[in-house]
């Protein structure tokens, strides 16, 4: 019997029309446990590194995680992964919700896409039944309304719909696939949806999930529970509200934007606003959101509720889900001062299938290239002049029609700031500051390089920031009474760091104690390493980063973890052994991404990110992590750390290759504008 996992995945031949249920290998689950492991293992033994992401050969996975739709509190993440438009590499884009749990009990871990449809289709999955069917008549229609509307077909008011926009439609590289609670929205996961012509997937199951150790499980759980409730009453003190609680940061609730006004940049990431946020503000700005948000919600089986409906007069578009930084994305990008304007626009995009948080970001560098001559009127016919408050608001509601529909300078801009960059030419290279990997990144500048980050931003896989980091507060604690607070019952630290990272707060900020040489390299690395591993441990769970990686002092960590996936799957396992599979999961991927054409050279945060850089001192650092992780001096794992991962396979491959080896292969990917996917 499969604990946990219903030991099936659903492989749906687009090209063909042909559905099978295929039955997976119980080894593949003991090594890489499911969800992004397994959507990696798959990737890397089925899609050779010349696939480009809009070929048929391309495949688009959808995946629960090992634990989803068990009674593991927030274990709900559905992981998509495929091969970018936007980067050409691997693409792993996560949504919470409903949509993973609900496919485990229709009897399946995955489905797996491959090929194109010569129509536009939808798949419709009701437990053993399973069709494509026509959707013609959903053409064009936005995420909610489709949902809407196939459930009203159906007759099925329960069933669970993950769907496209217009924007994925017209393959824009930034476009997401949205579920009503949540949404996959990085890295172009909606625009391979759309050129392979799906245009929905609607899920539907009653099935039950096998526990291995019910009881034993069952406590693990109350654990949790406990635990989350007690942090929900003592937030953490001396970090900014936003960062004090659990789960995705609070921002439906909160009404204190201090932190993201002054901190965040504005426009095309280039300018601070210090002193945006008075007491006026933050009445106006109070009075909106109270308007707004209908209700807060929270995802399957959580108590957190990080979502909100939107619903506002003022809307043209029908009521939708918000939550995290999306409410600020455009408000900030656009230079407005109304909130108002972030709800009405952040709607409109969700229902066109928009990633909210790339999407402002290359309004704001059109606006920046058109006030800088380098897009001009005729260019852009029609571009409305500045707001009279002095914003680009109007501007922004006609570049995202543009940008959705393809049309005129739309066409190119739908590509994302680095390729659109390329294509204007004149210049436009010097406005892409932001992109890491050739994607937009956090719009944050900061005065000293921060160590710790420069490794996570710079030899990351997934390429957004809040995906990779966690567990470290982002500055020191101003006192030593917090910091003997933060540290009194820091459980989650991982076993034999305790010392040392318990140390490294107490002292950090102190004299002689900070930014950029301070802490010590290998510290460095360990603790980089550390926030890694909790990521992949939730990307391949499907437990929300929210309750573990990404918040200080989280519910699951290194020491729980283990006794949940023991009960729930009966493989035994620790956390030498946890941490062993992380680090495999993490070592394939980035095999993956090398085969692709990644270096060490494409291993940068953005150019600007930081005012003050030191060159010297951040390749050394590059060049100690690479040693940590058994990586050669270009990145690349070598061929023992790929064996001593079980992962010899990928060692004898890049090996004939002539990636390992005599080093001297180029990279499979081109590059040149346009070249790196079919259009
Ligand atoms: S913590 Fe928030 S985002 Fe995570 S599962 Fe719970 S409600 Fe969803």
Redesign the pocket.
């Known amino acids: 019997m499969r604990y946990a996992e219903t030991g099936f995945n659903l492989e749906i031949d687009l090209s063909r029309g042909n559905i099978e249920r295929v039955e997976t290998d119980p080894r593949d689950t003991e090594l890489h446990l499911g969800g992004l492991g397994t959507n990696a293992k798959i990737l890397w033994d089925r899609v050779p590194p010349e696939v480009e992401p809009f070929s048929p050969d391309n495949l688009l996975i959808f995946s629960t995680g090992l634990l989803c739709g068990t009674p593991a509190?927030?274990a709900?993440?559905t992981i998509v992964t495929t091969y970018s438009p936007q980067t050409l590499l691997l693409a792993y884009s996560m949504m919470?919700?409903f949509w993973a749990p609900e496919l485990k009990y229709a009897g399946y871990d995955k489905v797996i896409f491959r090929g194109k449809s010569p129509n536009l289709v939808y798949l419709w999955i009701n437990g053993d039944k399973v069709e494509i069917r026509d959707a013609s008549h959903l053409h064009g229609k936005g995420p909610l309304e489709t949902a809407e509307l196939i459930k009203d077909e159906l007759n099925e008011p329960k069933v669970q719909v993950a769907a496209i926009g217009l924007a994925g439609e017209n393959r824009a590289y930034y476009a997401s696939i949205e579920h009503g609670?949540?949404s996959a929205s990085r890295l172009g996961v909606g625009a391979i949806m759309g050129d392979k012509r799906l245009k929905a997937i609607a899920v539907r199951g009653t099935k039950d999930i096998n526990i291995a150790r019910p009881a034993e499980f069952m406590e693990l759980c109350n654990q949790v529970l406990e635990y989350i409730k007690f942090r929900q009453e003592n937030p953490i003190k001396g970090v900014p509200p936003i960062l004090a609680s659990?789960?995705?940061p609070q921002e439906m609730t909160l009404r204190d934007e201090e932190w993201h006004t002054t901190s965040f940049s504005w426009g095309h990431a280039r300018r601070r606003r210090k002193d945006f946020w008075t007491k006026e503000r933050e009445e106006k700005w109070t009075r909106i959101q109270d308007k707004a948000v209908l209700r807060l919600?929270?995802?399957?089986?959580?108590?957190?509720?990080?979502?909100a409906t939107i619903s506002y007069p003022a809307l043209g578009s029908p009521r939708y889900m918000m939550?995290c930084y999306s409410k600020l994305t455009y408000v900030m990008a656009s230079m407005s001062d109304d909130l108002e304007f972030g709800f009405k626009i952040a709607g409109q995009a969700q229902e066109y299938g928009l990633d909210g948080y790339t999407t402002p970001q290359v309004m704001a560098f059109a606006v920046e290239l058109y006030e800088n001559g380098i897009l001009t009127d005729k260019d852009m016919p029609g571009f409305p002049p500045r707001s009279p408050n002095g914003s680009d608001e109007e501007r922004f509601f006609w570049l995202l029609d543009k940008i959705v529909r393809r049309e005129g300078i739309g066409d190119v801009l739908a590509n994302g700031v680095y390729w659109a960059a390329r294509q204007i030419g004149k210049g436009a290279e010097a406005y892409d500051h932001n992109t890491t990997k050739k994607h937009e990144q956090m719009v944050i500048k900061l005065g000293m390089l921060n160590p710790i980050y420069y490794l996570m931003y710079g030899t990351g896989e997934k390429v957004n920031i809040t995906q990779i980091e966690g567990q470290i507060p982002q500055a020191p604690f101003p006192s030593q009474e917090l910091r003997e607070e933060f540290v009194r019952d820091w459980i989650q630290v991982p076993t034999g760091k305790e010392e040392r990272f318990k140390q490294f707060i107490m002292e950090w900020g102190d004299e002689g104690k900070v930014f950029p040489y301070y802490p010590p390299a290998d510290l460095i690395c360990d603790l980089v390493e550390w926030q890694e591993m909790m990521h992949y441990i939730d990307d391949a769970t499907g437990v929300?980063?929210?309750?573990s990686s990404f918040p200080l002092k989280p519910a699951y960590h290194i020491h729980n973890y283990p006794a949940f996936i023991s009960a729930a799957t009966s493989i035994d396992i620790d956390e030498d052994g946890l941490w062993e599979i992380a680090k495999r999961n993490r070592t394939l991927l980035r095999a993956i991404n090398v085969r692709r054409g990644l270096r060490g050279k494409d291993d940068e945060p953005p150019a600007d990110h930081w005012r003050r850089r030191f060159p010297e001192y951040e390749a050394k650092l590059k060049d100690e992590y690479y040693k940590f992780r058994g990586w050669n001096s270009d990145g690349i794992p070598t061929k023992e750390t790929l064996n001593g991962l079980s992962l010899d396979y990928v060692g004898k491959d890049l090996e004939e290759r002539g990636i390992l080896g005599d080093g001297k292969a180029e990279g499979a990917l081109k590059t040149s504008t346009g070249e790196g996917s079919e259009k």
Do not use: Q, V
């Open positions: 509190i927030g709900n993440r919470g919700g609670r949540s659990l789960g995705s919600l929270s995802c399957y089986n959580c108590p957190n509720k990080c979502g939550k929300c980063a929210g309750l």
